[in-house]
C-alpha cells in the first residue's frame, strides 16, 4: 500500500490553519465579547477581517501566479 506523503503533509496544513483561525475567532473574540460586551466583539471581528484581507490577497496573487506558469510550462 503506497501513501502519497506530499498530500498528507498539505491536508495537514490546510487543517492547522483552519483550527488556527478557528480559535482565534472563537477564544478571541469570545473573551471579547465576555470581558467587553458585543459592540467591542464586533469591533475586533472587524478588526481582525480587517487583518485577513491582505493575507487573503497574497494567498490570491500566489495561486495565480501557480496557475500561470503551470500553464506557460505545459510543454
Known sequence: MTR????YAS???VRLIIGGLALLF???LGLI???YGGQAA???LLCM???LVPIGLVI???VGLDKVVKRANKD
Open 42 to 44: 464586533l469591533l475586533g
Open 33 to 35: 465579547w465576555y470581558f
Open 11 to 13: 491536508q495537514t496544513t
Open 60 to 62: 490570491l496573487l500566489m
Open 4 to 7: 502519497d506523503l506530499r498530500k
Open 26 to 28: 472563537l477564544v478571541g
Open 49 to 51: 477581517l480587517g487583518g
